[in-house]
């Protein structure tokens, strides 16, 4: 890919609807799986945006829903954004301005790092490496504006 598309303001990009097609691949185990959905980042009180995600998730065939929520509240740096649980607990940082970001994440014994970039005005994606003990996933998300 190479070519990323610079986002002065990471909340006024991300709002709005978006699909969702991630795949999950587990390289120490072998597994495979999918998630097929949509995002939805709407205002949150006191500025930011709630990330809200659900569809369905499958692993090794068998299909479940699932749904996820994420703040993403203004960042420290202009155009950045602080991306946090739902409970409120630090995630990561966010910026784009450059259409690209590496986030790390550490978890217990797991880092989660990610990748996130930016095609253009209706196309980003993040992929994310978890690494630990008993975790070795690549989690690839494309995102694509509804609408």
Known sequence: MGEYW?????????????????????LAGGGEG???GVTDFGPLDGGGLLHHES????????ARPAERT?????????GGADVRFADGRPFHD?????GRHIADHPCSAD????????RDAD????VWRVGGPAKDLVLTTDYTREG
Do not use: I, K, N, Q
């Not at 610079?6 to 587990?26: F, I, K, T």
């Not at 994420?70 to 202009?78: C, I, V």
């Open 6 to 26: 610079p986002v002065p303001d990471a909340l006024a990009y991300l709002a709005g609807r978006w699909r969702v097609e991630r795949s999950v691949r587990d």
């Open 34 to 36: 999918s998630f097929t």
């Open 55 to 62: 569809g369905t998730f499958v692993w090794r065939g068998v």
């Open 70 to 78: 994420l703040r993403f509240l203004p960042g420290t740096r202009p």
């Open 94 to 98: 966010l910026d784009l301005t450059s």
């Open 111 to 118: 880092l989660y790092r990610g990748e996130f970039t930016v």
């Open 123 to 126: 196309h980003w994606r993040t």
